[in-house]
């Protein structure tokens, strides 16, 4: 090969090995990402197991980055476990864990409702079932009905007692939104009669 006309053997070795380490280095830093999600769940439930509830929810508000953000992620991305977790979670006393976790049950809910919903218990069922801030309200009925028709396409859980129950609370919330917040009373959100 003519001096200056492509890399030379010295030069493309180099870039290889460098290409090889940056590639390496690259799935290594997604398998411990990997194997971080996914020990946070068995980490919070040796936690819950050990040290109860509360002090799962306290952990969680101190260490937000760390294992909030991860076990929200991983409850939105339709993770079993995860989701088993943030229900029980969900029903701690501290606010700030248990709205994060709300609204991370309510995305699943609307991803995976096959999935999720047979997991929370029939008494709690509604208050997963809505679409709140997720949307501007000028996408709400459009994003409701989304939701509904998703679980509608699921023969068996549409007909259940929690599809239904979903169904009934979506269908509820784009009443509310089609009234308008000025003709709801301030209590509990449900339109004046």
Not at 107 to 129: D, N
Not at 134 to 147: F, G, N, Q
Not at 154 to 182: D, F, H, K, M, V
Request: hydrophobic residues 40%; charged residues 20%.
């Amino acid at each position: 090969r003519p001096a200056g006309c492509g890399p030379s053997a010295r030069t493309l070795g180099s870039n290889t090995v460098r290409r090889s380490f940056v590639v390496i280095f690259a799935a290594l830093s997604l398998c411990a990402a990997a194997t971080a999600a996914t020990d946070i769940v068995s980490d919070l439930k040796s936690l819950l197991a050990n040290d109860g509830l509360e002090a799962v929810n306290a952990y969680l508000s101190v260490h937000w980055e760390s294992a909030m953000a991860p076990l929200s992620r991983k409850v939105e991305r339709c993770d079993i476990q995860a989701m088993q977790l943030a229900l029980e979670l969900h029903r701690g006393t501290n606010a700030e864990t248990a709205q994060a976790l709300g609204e991370s049950l309510s995305l699943a809910v609307s991803r995976c409702p096959a999935k999720l919903l047979p997991l929370i218990p029939s008494s709690e069922v509604q208050q997963f079932c809505n679409v709140g801030g997720a949307v501007p309200e000028s996408r709400l009925k459009r994003e409701i009905d989304r939701r509904v028709h998703r679980i509608s396409l699921n023969a068996p859980l549409s007909r259940s007692q929690n599809g239904l129950a979903c169904i009934t609370a979506y269908n509820e919330e784009a009443r509310r939104a089609a009234l308008g917040p000025w003709q709801t009373d301030s209590f509990n959100g449900r339109p004046t009669k």
